[in-house]
């Protein structure tokens, strides 16, 4: 079983749809929790760390269950712009392990 | 400099050819990591530096990969006798310290094929 887990889509959606992404982790040492970007297999860049408390940047919202180790992402108004790779990571023993990557395709 | 400098940005080696990536991580990250990424997204860890000691090597192959950091030049990925499977983009990411990922900055990869 992979550390990290995800759905690889990819998910086609139009304009303006909310979508949301779901990652699970098996490693419950795990000591903090990211979403990354990665746009054509250029350098991963990170989007937004995930907390338990959930947090929000514009229009991006992360959030992180602890008990059932689970980390979402959801994006609302769909930009083209975001058509990329999103990669779950994670960060266990010094090291970010990453899942295999959600793809998403935004149409106009 | 305020970037994660990797070189070659493509490098062709033929199966059995020696490959030599280099890194130059951010002035004064004192963490260096590896990675690879093959087809399908799969990003595997292969090793970590703490300036230029090794920190933790769990995910390098034994016997064909070596890495090094030396004081004063850019980290290295050396593999030797590449095969068709080490076809990949390597990634290196640097930070100040080894446990806080928004510290890690990636550079953009070197990708290596093997033919």
């Known amino acids: 079983r992979k550390e990290v887990e995800q759905d690889p889509g990819p998910f086609n959606v139009p304009e303006g749809a909310t979508v949301a992404f779901n990652c699970t982790y098996s490693?419950?040492?795990?000591?903090?929790f990211f979403w990354y970007r990665q746009d054509c297999r250029k350098e991963p860049k990170l989007l937004m760390s995930?907390?338990?408390s959930g947090n929000e940047d514009g229009r991006f919202t992360a959030q992180l269950n602890r008990a059932s180790q689970y980390i979402s992402l959801l994006i609302r108004d769909s930009k083209l712009s975001d058509s990329a790779t999103y990669l779950c990571?994670?960060?266990?023993?010094?090291?970010?392990?990453f899942g295999s990557g959600t793809r998403l395709l935004v149409r106009p | 400099g305020e970037e994660v400098a990797q070189t070659p940005k493509h490098l062709v080696r033929g199966e059995g050819q020696k490959a030599k990536l280099y890194c130059a991580p951010i002035?004064?990250?004192?963490?260096v990591f590896w990675y690879q990424q093959v087809l399908k997204n799969e990003f595997k860890f292969l090793i970590s530096?703490?300036?230029?000691?090794?920190?933790?090597e769990t995910g390098m192959p034994k016997e064909r990969f070596s890495a090094k950091c030396l004081p004063n030049s850019p980290c290295s990925l050396e593999i030797q006798a590449t095969k068709l499977e080490d076809s990949a983009v390597y990634f290196c990411?640097?930070?100040?310290?080894?446990?806080?990922?928004?510290?890690?900055?990636f550079g953009s990869g070197t990708r290596l094929t093997v033919v």
């Open positions: 490693n419950s040492a795990s000591q903090s």
């Open positions: 002035k004064g990250h004192s963490y």
């Open positions: 990411a640097s930070s100040q310290s080894g446990d806080l990922a928004y510290g890690y900055t």
């Open positions: 990571v994670v960060l266990s023993s010094y090291k970010l392990i």
């Open positions: 995930v907390y338990s």
């Open positions: 530096f703490q300036n230029e000691n090794v920190f933790d």
